[in-house]
């Protein structure tokens, strides 16, 4: 018995489907799959026409990754709420690849180093003052130093909410608080940009004068963000050998050039600046 509409049995769904016999039985068992109809006369299972989509749906994310609880939910969304899954879904494969580049750059420069002991290190370490800034910052806490984008990503919301002023020439800064062996865990972020005017924050969002530095080592790092891992063994080896300097307080990380006014990671330009002063003479 072929039921209302044109059926077929399990092998032939199975060809059609390009699913196996044994999984199609096994998506049975889950609830992901069941025949449309079971033949009373010898208890062939029967699919439709219909099952054929659910059928590729179902392959397809597998494929995707997608666990069977998942396939399950997302399977009887209709078109609208289906394709909104695809989307999130794709806004995780993106970050994952972005996530993937850099490690692969990371594993670059890794190697680079270990066959060129020198590479990275000849960073060029220049002393300065510098000014007091008026901005708006946000301090954050993190669960490593690389999430530092959730922190400028919350601050650029803030800013264009408010419709904040930003100054001209745009200077922004990022500045993680120095560890103690009690921090264990996480790190403390603050990014600021500087503004126009001062106004009255909101929650972990404040406007303030930063103090003025009257001495730090610079070092300017020319390209990708990828050439800045060797930036810190390169200032710990200016201290070595400028034995009458130590570090006086948290690093700065200036980005002069970045993705907002230049397509070309090779036109970034960024700054450290480690705040130094002189050994007192007990030291």
């Not at 009373?40 to 219909?50: D, I, K, M, Q, T």
């Not at 220049?126 to 959730?150: F, G, N, Q």
């Not at 080592?217 to 891992?229: F, K, L």
Request: proline content about 4%; some cysteine; charged content about 30%.
């Amino acid at each position: 018995m072929r039921g209302d509409g044109f059926m077929f049995k399990i092998g032939e769904f199975s060809r059609l489907s390009r699913v196996s016999v044994r999984m199609l039985r096994h998506y049975d068992k889950l609830g992901l799959l069941a025949p449309d109809a079971i033949d009373p006369e010898n208890g062939y299972r029967l699919y439709s026409v219909g099952q054929l989509r659910r059928a590729n749906k179902i392959t397809t994310l597998r494929d995707m990754g997608f666990l069977v609880e998942d396939i399950k939910r997302l399977v009887e969304l209709d078109d609208e709420g289906f394709v909104r899954e695809l989307d999130l879904h794709e806004e995780r494969i993106l970050s994952d690849i972005e996530q993937g580049e850099r490690r692969l750059a990371d594993v670059r420069s890794l190697r680079d180093a270990v066959v060129d002991g020198s590479a990275g290190l000849d960073f060029e370490v220049s002393l300065k003052a510098v000014p007091s800034y008026e901005v708006i910052a946000l301090r954050m806490a993190l669960s490593s130093y690389d999430e530092e984008r959730r922190a400028w990503e919350a601050l650029g919301s803030f800013v264009k909410e408010h419709d904040v002023p930003v100054s001209d020439p745009y200077v922004e800064f990022c500045e993680f608080d120095s560890q103690s062996e009690a921090d264990e865990e996480g790190v403390t972020v603050e990014v600021a940009v500087a503004v126009d005017e001062l106004r009255e924050g909101e929650g972990p969002v404040r406007f303030y004068r930063t103090d003025a530095l009257p001495q730090v080592a610079s070092i300017m790092v020319y390209g990708p963000y990828e050439n800045i891992a060797p930036v810190y063994t390169a200032f710990a080896q200016w201290l070595e050998g400028h034995p009458l300097y130590e570090m006086a307080g948290n690093t700065r990380e200036i980005a002069h050039r970045g993705c907002w006014n230049t397509e070309d990671p090779s036109e970034y330009v960024t700054e450290f600046q480690i705040p130094v002063h002189r050994r007192s003479s007990e030291g």
